[in-house]
């Protein structure tokens, strides 16, 4: 790192704190229709920050959903042009009750600053921010071409992205995506994670009559709602783990040796994943390690269930209705769809007699994975080391980024998945926190990455 970028960072370092809560302030969850102008705020927030560092075409742009920022810097002829794609919406707060503060006002406890989107993935967003404004501040201009593409609707399955992408193709021209919006490795290790899993994610509505009926009147006679969904889910899973949805394992790559020898190198404390979960055992599917089943196998979970009387007390009722939310995180080359169809078979199959049964798509996306030795991972392991000060390690999360598998097909761009939140960060969780020492150094790995990227071979 040079030292007039040092000295700007150190010079600014307030102003920088500041601006991280300031973003964090703006309430932008995605899926709750109530917080929509919440989330054009935050899109208008990061526009600003754009256009005030120098970054041109800035825009604020319509998808149908929440709006797409874009902005892009383009004069280093012949460096590199990376597409930088972040999600500036968060999750949901609840169960409020269990935050230490309000989500929306951060602080700062120790090295963590606390705070919905202090992680995933504002906080990651915002090192782009900082790392872009430090580099055109004391260099007046970038090592290599930047195109900025921060989407509002990444928690709610990235609905409206792929038309932007595929309605923008032309100026999206690019060489790679780099993506900030993983974690590090148990422990803090820095990590590139190579693999995340896809997702489909679905909700079954299972009705019977108009209203709900007086269990000892009708109780026997008439089919109950609620124990046919439990029938039903109970029939998606069987107890050795493996789903038994028909054609569900159809099109899962199988773990080669050298996948599973890569998943058994990782320095992974099995015990200490569990105890600090305060679980009596960790379970899944037979014959995979925990680190496989979370990484590179196929699940099938509950998310919610709901239905009939939830308040204090007895009701004797028959419910109407009842629901479930169900998700699958899939890996390549499952596709979201097509498991959707073969789901929606099956649980019409085992729908027991006397109630119909809706099984809806609420969205979905593909798996995706990089390879190691791309020079784009390598330049990126070298900035990581040059900066945090170790090798990373390179692995396979199980989380989704739908956008990742749509960059690889729409833009044809390898992507890079470089993201620096600790893996107790608690996303999607109350407390969510990011490390600001990871915040901080994140910034140098960024400027770091660019002008590694900057020096490969063209
Ligand atoms: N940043 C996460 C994805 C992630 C999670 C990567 C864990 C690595 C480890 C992202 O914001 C996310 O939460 N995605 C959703 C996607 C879904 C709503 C379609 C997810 O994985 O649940
Ligand atoms: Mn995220
Ligand atoms: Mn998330």
């Not at 302030?25 to 917080?35: A, D, T, V």
């Not at 969205?363 to 392991?381: E, K, N, V, Y």
Request: aromatic share 8%; charged share 20%; with cysteine.
């Amino acid at each position: 790192m040079t030292d007039a970028l040092e000295t700007y960072l150190a010079d600014n370092a307030d102003r920088r704190f500041s601006s991280y809560l300031e973003f964090l302030r703006i309430p932008s969850i995605s899926g709750q229709p109530e917080y929509a102008a919440a989330c054009r705020e935050a899109a208008t927030w990061v526009a600003g920050q754009l256009g005030a560092m120098g970054v041109e075409h800035v825009e604020v742009a319509e998808t149908g959903g929440h709006p797409v920022v874009y902005g892009d810097w383009l004069h280093a002829p012949d460096a590199p042009t990376v597409i930088v794609y972040g999600h500036y919406d968060v999750q949901p707060v609840d169960p409020i009750e269990l935050w230490e503060t309000a989500p929306f006002e951060p602080f700062l406890k120790g090295d963590r600053v606390i705070g919905r989107g202090s992680a995933d993935d504002k906080g990651q967003i915002h090192i782009h921010l900082r790392a872009t404004e430090a580099i055109l501040a004391t260099r007046g201009g970038l090592p290599v071409n930047l195109r900025f593409v921060f989407e509002g609707e990444e928690e709610s399955s990235s609905i409206h992205l792929d038309a932007w992408l595929e309605a923008n193709r032309e100026r999206l021209t690019a060489d790679l995506a780099v993506i900030s919006d993983t974690g590090f490795f148990e422990g803090n290790r820095p990590a590139i994670t190579i693999g995340l899993r896809g997702i489909c994610y679905v909700q079954v509505d299972v009705a019977t009559t108009a209203v709900d009926l007086h269990s000892g009147g009708f109780g026997g006679a008439v089919q109950n709602p609620a124990n046919a969904l439990a029938q039903m889910i109970a029939a998606l899973k069987g107890p050795d783990g493996r789903i038994r949805v028909p054609g569900f394992y159809d099109d899962v790559v199988a773990l080669t040796q050298a996948d599973r020898a890569a998943f058994a190198a990782l320095p992974y404390d099995e015990e200490a994943y569990r105890t600090a979960l305060g679980l009596s055992a960790l379970v899944g599917e037979a014959g995979y390690s925990t680190l496989e089943r979370r990484g590179a196998r196929p699940t099938l979970d509950v998310n919610g269930i709901w239905g009939g009387f939830q308040g204090d007390g007895g009701k004797t009722i028959i419910p109407a209705h009842a629901h479930a939310k169900i998700s699958c995180r899939l890996v390549p080359d499952q596709e979201p769809r097509t498991i959707f169809e073969l789901l929606r078979g099956y649980v019409l199959e085992v729908a027991p007699p006397g109630c119909s049964v809706e099984v809806h798509y609420l969205g979905g996306g593909r798996p995706s994975l990089t390879p190691i030795d791309h020079p784009a991972t390598q330049a990126a392991a070298r900035a990581l080391e040059a900066t945090f000060g170790v090798a990373p390690l390179y692995i396979r999360d199980g989380g989704s980024i739908p956008v990742c598998a749509s960059f690889e097909k729409i833009l044809g761009l390898p992507v890079v998945l470089l993201g620096f939140t600790p893996p107790d960060a608690n996303a999607h969780a109350p407390n969510e926190s990011m490390s600001l020492a990871n915040h901080e150094t994140a910034i140098r790995t960024v400027v770091a990455y660019w002008d590694e990227l900057a020096s490969l071979p063209r």
